[in-house]
């Protein structure tokens, strides 16, 4: 069930000719929100003004059930250089991961004399899924936030390995605690970039990720697939390779052993592991 104001339920109910537009709002995790009208002006809404001056988007048709059925919505974007994010070109940032956990939230509004919104209801909220990236497109798939149902029960599981995820509330390691800046140095590629920095012992960052703060790639990050000074060998690939002196920001990994968590981190209160459990082969 969907809620209107008395305005739109009138209109509706009216028999007048009216005119509907989609509205699309992405709010990104570092708190950017993005806000396009598929409308030939600038539409204001709730508050916010929505441009008419984004990408192309494309859309799957959107289906209502009840019960708590994951639905997705499939959604192409078709942008070009002068559509940007955050000071990036619309599909760059998207490859580079501006969108990995956005929220989506699609709005439909009513017009009896466009571009003024008589009402509106809401036609999908979801959380921005696996996306691919081509020259001129971004195929992305957003899933319900019925997504958030899908945990393994029960949550709490004796193993030998912590439980929680580095940097969490749970863990309670600062990222900015070991945070460790650089910057780039020649012969770095799309997936190994050599810098200039402190030594660290070989594995130090693995399963950590690389942030760049300034440069071409400011604001893309990549997990960390091996270190090894002086360079860290990236899991993912860059969308270009790095410049000399660009700047970056690298954080440690954990492997959730005890012995990291001491040694590493010296953080054991909080580790939420049970390392001396016996394996499952273990025979009594």
Same mark, same amino acid.
């Given at each position: ?93 998207? #490859? ?58 029960? #949550? ?113 209160? #909080? ?14």
């Amino acid at each position: 069930m969907k809620n209107s104001t008395t305005a739109l339920t009138n209109l509706l109910n009216s028999g007048q000719p009216f005119f509907m537009a989609d509205l699309y709002t992405f709010s990104l995790i570092n708190g950017t929100v993005l806000r396009y009208a598929l409308w030939d002006s600038d539409i204001s809404y709730l508050g916010n003004t929505f441009s008419s001056s984004g990408p192309t988007f494309k859309r799957s048709k959107i289906r209502l059930v009840i019960g708590v059925e994951v639905d997705t919505l499939d959604l192409s974007v078709f942008a070009n250089a002068s559509h940007l994010i955050n000071g990036q070109p619309w599909l760059q940032a998207a #490859r580079a991961g501006a969108l990995d956990g956005a929220a989506l939230r699609v709005d439909r509004v009513f017009m009896s004399a466009p571009p003024v919104p008589v009402g509106g209801v809401i036609q999908f909220t979801g959380m921005v899924a696996p996306l691919i990236v081509g020259r001129t497109e971004a195929k992305i798939t957003v899933a319900s936030y019925f997504q958030l149902l899908n945990v393994q029960m029960p #949550r709490n599981l004796f193993q030998p390995g912590c439980l929680h995820t580095l940097y969490d509330s749970g863990c309670g390691v600062a990222r900015s605690s070991v945070a460790v800046g650089g910057s780039v140095s020649s012969a770095s590629t799309t997936s190994i970039v050599s810098y200039s920095m402190s030594a660290y012992p070989t594995g130090y960052f693995d399963a950590g990720y690389l942030g760049f703060a300034t440069g071409a790639l400011a604001g893309t990050t990549r997990t960390i697939k091996s270190f090894s000074s002086p360079s860290v060998m990236l899991l993912n690939p860059l969308p270009t390779t790095p410049s000399p002196g660009d700047t970056f920001y690298i954080y440690p990994g954990c492997d959730k052993s005890q012995a990291t968590c001491q040694n590493k981190f010296n953080n054991l209160p #909080r580790f939420r592991g049970i390392p001396y459990i016996p394996v499952p082969e273990t025979a009594q």
